[in-house]
């Protein structure tokens, strides 16, 4: 990549976190306006949990193959592609007229969205170099954060209007992205080489079936079918569940996929990798991943479950659910901003570790604080202390993870890295949001059964509220014959945040740990990995 003037690199970074914005917002912004999506097409419950996960699991399942083409056709090139395909899917999904055509607009922008995120850290990384790389990681790392608050936010606020509205939005945005990277930014150099087919067809089948696992298990059974699945009139309703199956050929998928990879790497028949796994023996690159996955698992998972606790137990609209996770984005940001002047004191590495610290401590008084009256201000402080730890964490774990790699497999890299940092994004939700559920569960039946009510009138009210995730509470609430009931279940609720956000903190400090096996790096530009 030529040299740029330095006005036109941060510029162009403010274009490529923009559209790295957009498309966190618009895997938050959903599970928002779900209620309105339902009201205005109907759509039944199996449609709205494709509606919200489809979107998650193409993105995870094509990271890596973009990461490859992000080499192969330049990683600006692909980006841009991205953010067109974006705008022409939000379009698709502002428009819908049922659910299914949504669902397939979500797909749609799942796609795109795996095009934007992996070649917009290639393009920071190939941008900048030393001091400038760790601050512009800083930015890209916090914009996630923030853009994760802000989701719910805005979903809040454009559904009082129209939820169509929520996809609507991101087209001004994709045409101002679009005319800043193209400007601002010059054209990604290209290697020469071709796409590793069957490996393609093995990596997204694999990552594609581990991130259905992940983010459906709790719905449809870990091992035994609890609830049937339909796609496309087809119904799975018994037998081994659909996650177990997942799980299964996602493992056997995934490892002939790393052993072909490993073939192709020691020169195994005349096409490249689509992964090369030889990158793995760098160190920062190797430990840095894992603690990418480790970080994920206990960074955003209490994102799937504190947006419930706060409208369905503290009795917040959506909206004023999405302005109490408004400390979050500001603490990220402030740490953005903060790791620029802290830069020449401590190295990436430390900041990670300053962030994950923090992020400790944050959690810690969430669920120390975590009551059916809970009061604001104290939710308000201890999200505030999280921010500011995802903002040092979440970003400087990437400077530190492609530090050393070499520019030919920064596209590599970058897909590695981001499928990474999915896997344990999708990881955390699956653990999280099912400790939250068991914990409610199990603690509202016990209070019902404890207060003398028969075992199935219990279990019917524990159903209930488990399977509405908290929204059957207020009108159980509104009836003074379940009021009680009502109490309970917002009691247990809150116990369920307490445990996710504890849980959340022991993953937390274990990926502190995981940093210690992290060796800062002092080269400048990564090594150089011949091909046998």
Same mark, same amino acid.
């Given at each position: 990549?030529?040299?740029?003037?330095?006005?036109?690199?941060?510029?162009?970074?403010?274009?490529?976190?923009?559209?790295?914005?957009?498309?966190?917002?618009?895997?938050?912004?959903?599970?928002?306006?779900?209620?309105?999506?339902?009201?205005?097409?109907?759509?039944?419950?199996?449609?709205?949990?494709?509606?919200?996960?489809?979107?998650?699991?193409?993105?995870?399942?094509?990271?890596?193959?973009?990461?490859?083409?992000?080499?192969?056709?330049?990683?600006?090139?692909?980006?841009?592609?991205?953010?067109?395909?974006?705008?022409?899917?939000?379009?698709?999904?502002?428009?819908?007229?049922?659910?299914?055509?949504?669902?397939?607009?979500?797909?749609?922008?799942?796609?795109?969205?795996?095009?934007?995120?992996?070649?917009?850290?290639?393009?920071?990384?190939?941008?900048?170099?030393?001091?400038?790389?760790?601050?512009?990681?800083?930015?890209?790392?916090?914009?996630?954060?923030?853009?994760?608050?802000?989701?719910?936010?805005?979903?809040?606020?454009?559904?009082?209007?129209?939820?169509?509205?929520?996809?609507?939005?991101?087209?001004?945005?994709?045409?101002?992205?679009?005319?800043?990277?193209?400007?601002?930014?010059?054209?990604?150099?290209?290697? @020469? *080489?071709?796409?590793?087919?069957?490996?393609?067809? $093995? !990596?997204?089948?694999? /990552?594609?079936? %581990?991130?259905? +696992? &992940?983010?459906?298990?709790?719905?449809?059974?870990?091992?035994?079918?609890?609830?049937?699945?339909?796609?496309?009139?087809?119904?799975?309703?018994?037998?081994?569940?659909?996650?177990?199956?997942?799980?299964?050929?996602?493992?056997?998928?995934?490892?002939?996929?790393?052993?072909?990879?490993?073939?192709?790497?020691?020169?195994?028949?005349?096409?490249?990798?689509?992964?090369?796994?030889?990158?793995?023996?760098?160190?920062?690159?190797?430990?840095?991943?894992?603690?990418?996955?480790?970080?994920?698992?206990?960074?955003?998972?209490?994102?799937?479950?504190?947006?419930?606790?706060?409208?369905?137990?503290?009795?917040?609209?959506?909206?004023?659910?999405?302005?109490?996770?408004?400390?979050?984005?500001?603490?990220?940001?402030?740490? @953005? *901003?903060?790791?620029?002047?802290?830069?020449?004191? $401590? !190295?990436?590495?430390? /900041?990670?570790? %300053?962030?994950? +610290? &923090?992020?400790?401590?944050?959690?810690?008084?969430?669920?120390?604080?975590?009551?059916?009256?809970?009061?604001?201000?104290?939710?308000?402080?201890?999200?505030?202390?999280?921010?500011?730890?995802?903002?040092?964490?979440?970003?400087?774990?990437?400077?530190?993870?492609?530090?050393?790699?070499?520019?030919?497999?920064?596209?590599?890299?970058?897909?590695?890295?981001?499928?990474?940092?999915?896997?344990?994004?999708?990881?955390?939700?699956?653990?999280?949001?099912?400790?939250?559920?068991?914990?409610?569960?199990?603690?509202?039946?016990?209070?019902?059964?404890?207060?003398?009510?028969?075992?199935?009138?219990?279990?019917?009210?524990?159903?209930?509220?488990?399977?509405?995730?908290?929204?059957?509470?207020?009108?159980?609430?509104?009836?003074?014959?379940?009021?009680?009931?009502?109490?309970?279940?917002?009691?247990?609720?809150?116990?369920?945040?307490?445990?996710? +956000?504890?849980?959340?903190?022991?993953?937390?400090?274990?990926?502190?740990?995981?940093?210690?096996?992290?060796?800062?790096?002092?080269?400048?530009?990564?090594?150089?990995?011949?091909?046998?």
């Amino acid at each position: 990549m030529t040299a740029q003037s330095p006005p036109r690199r941060w510029l162009g970074l403010i274009a490529v976190t923009l559209g790295v914005a957009l498309i966190v917002v618009d895997a938050t912004i959903v599970n928002v306006i779900v209620p309105s999506i339902v009201g205005d097409l109907g759509v039944s419950s199996g449609e709205v949990q494709w509606v919200q996960e489809s979107y998650a699991i193409v993105l995870a399942a094509l990271l890596l193959l973009v990461g490859r083409l992000a080499d192969l056709l330049g990683a600006r090139r692909v980006f841009l592609a991205g953010v067109v395909m974006f705008g022409v899917t939000s379009v698709f999904a502002a428009l819908a007229p049922s659910g299914g055509l949504l669902i397939l607009a979500r797909f749609l922008q799942g796609v795109a969205a795996a095009m934007i995120l992996p070649t917009s850290l290639a393009l920071v990384n190939a941008t900048f170099t030393g001091r400038e790389r760790g601050r512009a990681f800083a930015v890209w790392g916090s914009t996630i954060g923030a853009a994760a608050a802000v989701g719910p936010l805005l979903g809040g606020a454009l559904a009082e209007i129209s939820w169509r509205w929520a996809f609507g939005i991101n087209i001004p945005l994709v045409v101002l992205i679009f005319l800043g990277v193209r400007t601002l930014l010059a054209p990604s150099p290209r290697t @020469s *080489g071709r796409i590793d087919l069957p490996g393609a067809v $093995l !990596s997204v089948v694999g /990552l594609g079936l %581990l991130a259905f +696992a &992940l983010v459906e298990g709790r719905t449809y059974g870990w091992v035994t079918t609890v609830h049937p699945l339909d796609v496309a009139g087809l119904s799975w309703d018994c037998g081994p569940s659909p996650v177990l199956v997942s799980l299964l050929v996602s493992a056997v998928a995934l490892l002939v996929f790393v052993r072909r990879q490993a073939a192709l790497g020691r020169g195994g028949g005349g096409t490249q990798p689509l992964m090369d796994v030889r990158l793995f023996s760098i160190g920062s690159f190797r430990n840095g991943n894992v603690a990418t996955v480790l970080i994920g698992l206990g960074e955003f998972g209490i994102m799937a479950v504190l947006p419930l606790w706060l409208q369905f137990t503290l009795g917040y609209s959506a909206l004023q659910a999405g302005l109490a996770l408004v400390p979050l984005a500001v603490g990220s940001f402030v740490a @953005s *901003g903060a790791s620029f002047g802290m830069a020449s004191a $401590l !190295s990436p590495l430390a /900041l990670v570790r %300053l962030g994950l +610290a &923090l992020e400790v401590v944050g959690l810690a008084g969430l669920g120390l604080i975590a009551t059916p009256d809970s009061a604001w201000w104290p939710i308000s402080l201890a999200l505030l202390v999280y921010g500011v730890g995802v903002g040092f964490a979440s970003a400087q774990v990437t400077n530190v993870v492609l530090a050393d790699v070499p520019a030919d497999s920064a596209g590599q890299g970058a897909g590695i890295q981001s499928a990474a940092r999915e896997l344990g994004f999708a990881l955390g939700i699956a653990v999280l949001t099912t400790a939250f559920f068991s914990v409610l569960g199990t603690t509202l039946h016990q209070r019902l059964v404890s207060s003398g009510m028969r075992e199935p009138l219990s279990d019917q009210h524990t159903a209930a509220v488990t399977d509405s995730a908290g929204a059957a509470i207020a009108p159980l609430a509104a009836d003074p014959r379940t009021a009680a009931v009502a109490e309970a279940a917002q009691a247990a609720m809150s116990q369920g945040l307490s445990m996710a +956000a504890c849980l959340a903190v022991g993953l937390l400090v274990l990926a502190l740990v995981a940093t210690a096996a992290v060796r800062p790096s002092t080269a400048t530009t990564g090594p150089t990995l011949t091909h046998a």
